[in-house]
């Protein structure tokens, strides 16, 4: 090989800003007790004492959740029918955000617009890592999905927490396959998102939550789209005799920020255009005589609260003492209460108390009633630093890009953690960006309706650290409220984060609508493996298999004894995945492309469908001689008779009995003289044989006369009497239901899918990943290397390289490698 020059541009990530030293998040963080300048370890007060009860129900809420976050860290940002979706996935503990520990079930679903699930993976994360793949068959459709991911425990704080991330997967042969009716939802589809472009909204948030009268109040504002997208808006605020009050222009992200003192009785509207377009009236929030305003500022050392407050006594709000508790993803790091004096005070913080994140600050009144709150982004600049170094090296025939890492703390020190790396080709550009672990678990995880990549937009604003500031004055936390957290109450743990498959669920007698206590279950495992597990339902009727490990789609059955009357219980299956999803139109929304069949269309019967689109099956005993005329079912409990030939002569109809002959009335015994056949388990037997067998032994009996007999042929011309026996697994003594059960995923190992790509359309982001290394760990040195196959006739590669650190720092780094 010929020697290639190439050069590599660097761009490491250690988030926004530089600021003060890190702190060790597992140090006991100082709370400030009543203005004492002193601190003191948290919640080491009286805990009688109304300010640590706070600190102390929200510190109790956090460990009893012990929530988790995923971040999934995909090889591109786009994808087309026949690539891989190549991801790792990260589990860390949602405060900390150290690496999960021991080993955790991690989900990660693709779902269409319809929330119909396209592709599921069962990972099983060790440590907090785990790698997959999905692979895009060739008849998904064209359009928008959303890959979603989380733990099992995860769900017990809600599915708004679940990760999610929008995909637009092409697909160049879609036109030449679509059924009909996905012509008419892409039509509407597009109608709808044309809309919500095109439809503009400007929102206000007072500073604190309030805006309140003869007290000036910061005013952020957001001029959006119905995706969400900022927009350029300016326009003026107006009281009710039209005098203007303030000027309002929007900055980055369609936000902005103005001040404004509201009159006692006040009404106040602005009028804004929004991309220079005709200008539209919005009212600002309603005017409070009696309330707080809350202001927070920063600098590099100290975080500044100032509360104003004009609350008469006669107010069930008014509080001479007010409480004031910041923390970040749950974890108290200040409680304090502070005297109003002359309706104001105002306090400082060392932002050393408080690490990189959200720190949510609240204000209460004695009473503990919330009444006004802050949202800060602070950055201590602690992101890991990731510094590649990358040559070329021949060996024999064979060219080799070789990259070592070295990952450091902002001090310099050397971080042993998890990393993976992609590249893709830098022809199109699309590919290089995609939002990253470090403003994923830092910023937006902990917002309620934050999309897209806001470090994406910081990076190019000039006051960045104002960006932030106004960003979280439009965004509200999304974790917990603060009203279950005073009254000291605790989430309920309905989802289980231990280890192994799960098969759960309930067990109802549905003649009774009732739950079925201390009945017995089995699962038996199939495909290959043929292990059964018994287990009995609590006194709610819910029963759990858990500890199960197999890999891949698993056959399963589910069975129980039959009710008295020979009913079968139904089983409700509690799923292991999320479900409830719902599609919400956002800023990576695009146009379904395909709106019209293709010259070369052809029947696909199979084309979109679901592959998880079955229902579990109900197993009996097979029906191999069609529909009988009766069936008479034999309680195994209740049942009275002492023969067969009891049962018939009291239960069946359309017999007749001639001494002991049995004659089926109908064409074939008009003349009375030929009795019917007899059969059991589908052998035909003696009359003697079939009448002496014990009813307890028989599950059902079913009676074939005329032209439903005519399967048996010749013999069933007198009627056939048939008797199915109890054998377990079979027929009567257990009813069983067949479903399939998903395994843990067994990751592929990477191969690059780089091809010339037939039939596409201008614009669609088709790039091949090609490289990709999920199993980056850097040891106590802090110090990684690789070796990656060169790829020839490639002359630009987009790096990306993430992870976590060990110490539950995140790290993002990007570098481009042009090759000559």
Known sequence: MGVKKFWMFLITLVFLFQFSPAANDDAPVPVLAANDDAPVPVLAVNDNAPVPALAANLQAYTEHLGDHKVFLHLDKSGYQTGQTIWFKAYLVDAVTHRPAAGMNNIFVELLGIGGNPMAIRLLQARDGVAKGDIRLPRNLPEGNYVLRAYSAWMRNSGEDNLFTRSLYISNPSWENMIPRMEIFRNRIFNRRLGRQESSYDVAFFPEGGNLVAGTVNRVAFRAFDGLGRGHDAKGEVTDR??????????????????????????????????????????????????????????????????????????????????????HTRGKPRYAGSHLITEGRFEMELDRELFPSGIAHFTIFTSDHIPVAERLLFVDRGDGLQIAPEVGISSEEDNSFLDMSLAVTDKNGHPVAGEFSLSAVSGRSGINGRQAGILPYLLFSSDLEGMTGDPLYYLEQADDRADVADMLLMTYGWRRFNWDEIAAGMLPEIRYSGEPGLTVAGRLRDPSKDEVLSNYPVRLRIRSGHDSLYETVTDRNG?????????????????????????????????????????????????????????????????????????????????????????????????????????????????????????????PSSIYGSNEARFMLDGAFVHRDAFLSIYPREVERVEIFRGTSAAIFGVRGGTGVILAYTRRPGYSGLEDVMELSMLGYHDAREFYSDRIILPGIRSGDDVEATVYWEPDIVTGESGKAGLRLPFSEGTDRLIFIIQGIGHNGLPGYSTFTLDIE
């Open 241 to 326: 005799s039209g005098n203007v009050v303030a000027v309002l222009e929007t900055g980055m992200l369609g936000i902005g920020v103005f001040k404004l003192e509201p009159v006692a009785g006040g009404e106040y509207r602005a009028r804004v255009s929004v991309n220079g377009e005709r200008s539209d009236t919005y009212e600002l929030p309603q005017v409070l005589d009696e309330g707080y305003v809350l202001r927070a500022d920063q600098d590099e050392k100290h975080i500044r609260l100032q509360v104003s407050a004009n609350v008469t006594a006669q107010n069930p709000l008014y509080s001479e003492e007010l409480i004031v508790v910041g």
């Open 542 to 666: 819910y029963f759990l298999f858990s500890g199960l490990f197999y890999k891949g789609e698993v056959a399963a059955e589910l069975s129980s004894r039959r009710l008295p009357g020979n009913y079968p219980p139904e089983f409700e299956l509690t799923l292991q995945s999320a479900g409830g999803f719902e599609y919400e139109f956002g800023v990576n929304t695009r146009r379904h492309e395909v709106v019209a069949r293709g010259d070369n269309w052809s029947r696909d019967r199979s084309a979109g469908r679901s592959p998880y689109a079955r229902a579990p099956v109900r197993k009996t005993a097979p029906r191999v001689y069609g529909t009988p005329d009766q069936t008479i079912y034999i309680d195994y409990e209740t049942f009275t008779e002492r023969t067969l030939f009891e049962v018939l002569r009291n239960r069946a109809s359309g017999l007749y009995f001639d001494g002991n002959q049995i004659i089926i009335r109908g």
